[in-house]
């Protein structure tokens, strides 16, 4: 399956984004759907992650409350809304999938996308 990560840019602190990830290729619901990102000097990091039919989500600790991934598998996309945009936001967003539900380990994602840069200003 082909990733295509867009929606970063430019957001101040408190704003929002929302990210969109476009699969094509296999069938996009076959496949668990997550988002990482990487800050500059820092190893790439859990965001969140969907379930094959999107019943089931997952987010890193310190983001709950303020991401939401959902999913459209008519329109083979997943999406991550970020609220209340810190500084520390800031990073490269990647988009990925795995078929299986195991979704905090980096190395067992099957599919990334090429990553889109959100960066929040102070």
């Known amino acids: 399956v082909q990733l295509q990560a867009s929606g970063g840019g430019l957001a101040q602190a408190g704003g929002s984004l929302r990210l969109s990830c476009a699969a094509s290729?296999?069938?996009?619901?076959?496949?668990?759907m997550g988002w990482f990102r990487q800050a500059p000097g820092k190893e790439r990091e859990f965001v969140a992650a969907?379930?094959?039919?999107?019943?089931?989500?997952n987010y890193a600790d310190s983001l709950k409350g303020r991401f939401t991934i959902s999913r459209d598998n008519a329109k083979n996309t997943v999406y991550l809304q970020m609220n209340s945009l810190k500084p520390e936001d800031t990073a490269i967003y990647y988009c990925?999938?795995?078929?299986?539900?195991?979704?905090?380990?980096?190395?067992?994602?099957?599919?990334w996308g090429q990553g889109t840069q959100v960066t929040v200003s102070s």
């Open positions: 969907i379930s094959w039919s999107g019943t089931s989500t």
């Open positions: 290729g296999r069938a996009f619901s076959n496949y668990v």
């Open positions: 990925a999938a795995n078929r299986l539900w195991v979704i905090r380990d980096i190395t067992l994602w099957d599919f």
